[in-house]
T-cell receptor, first 109, second 114 residues
Framework: QKEVEQDPGPLSVPEGAIVSLNCTYSNSAFQYFMWYRQYSRKGPELLMYTYSSGNKEDGRFTAQVDKSSKYISLFIRDSQPSDSATYLC?????????FGTGTRLKVLA | EPEVTQTPSHQVTQMGQEVILRCVPISNHLYFYWYRQILGQKVEFLVSFYNNEISEKSEIFDDQFSVERPDGSNFTLKIRSTKLEDSAMYFCASDGEESNQPQHFGDGTRLSIL
């Protein structure tokens, strides 16, 4: 079983839709959970960072962590064409981040 | 907003040659990292560095790899004798002086081994 699993997509949605992106993990020692956005030929850009179960909101983005189910989600409200990118989940117990494969999202105008 | 900067953006090198990838982390950060991403694959951890020492490294980071903080601002990754399979994007990251801070990434160096 992979440590972190993420559906690679691609996921296409119309502008204004609510997007749900998900990752599951197997290592219960993970304490920190991150979402990054990556545009083509660019580095991962930090969107959300959390270290506890529950929800964290920042503008149109909400990160959700369920440690009991080993499941994390990122919700994007009122999606925009500029949100089209690859979204990477990452998690860690120490310095070493373990990334998912990334989900390619396309928001259609 | 402060950012991690990496140079060069693209490096082309002959197999067997040494290559040095350079990074300038965010200025008040104390923890530094290298990751790589082979085309079409996930981002993979290589090494973490703190207080002039490697704090953790992956199986990928073998004797051909080394890291150095030669001065107060630069952080480098050296590959001594490059192989075709070293072709990838290499990302530098850094995080802050407090514990439990998220890592911030540069835009990477695309390394192409011929």
């Amino acid at each position: 079983q992979k440590e972190v699993e993420q559906d690679p997509g691609p996921l296409s949605v119309p502008e204004g839709a609510i997007v749900s992106l998900n990752c599951t993990y197997s290592n219960s020692a993970f304490q920190y959970f991150m979402w990054y956005r990556q545009y083509s030929r660019k580095g991962p850009e930090l969107l959300m960072y959390t270290y506890s179960s529950g929800n964290k909101e920042d503008g149109r983005f909400t990160a959700q962590v369920d440690k009991s189910s080993k499941y994390i989600s990122l919700f994007i409200r009122d999606s925009q064409p500029s949100d089209s990118a690859t979204y990477l989940c990452a998690m860690s117990k120490t310095y070493k981040y373990i990334f998912g494969t990334g989900t390619r999202l396309k928001v259609l105008a | 907003e402060p950012e991690v900067t990496q140079t060069p953006s693209h490096q082309v090198t002959q197999m067997g040659q040494e290559v040095i990838l350079r990074c300038v982390p965010i200025s008040n950060h104390l923890y530094f990292y290298w990751y790589r991403q082979i085309l079409g694959q996930k981002v993979e951890f290589l090494v973490s560095f703190y207080n002039n020492e490697i704090s953790e490294k992956s199986e990928i980071f073998d004797d051909q790899f080394s890291v150095e903080r030669p001065d107060g601002s630069n952080f480098t990754l050296k590959i001594r004798s490059t192989k075709l399979e070293d072709s990838a994007m290499y990302f530098c990251a850094s995080d802050g002086e407090e514990s439990n801070q998220p890592q911030h990434f540069g835009d990477g160096t695309r390394l192409s081994i011929l």
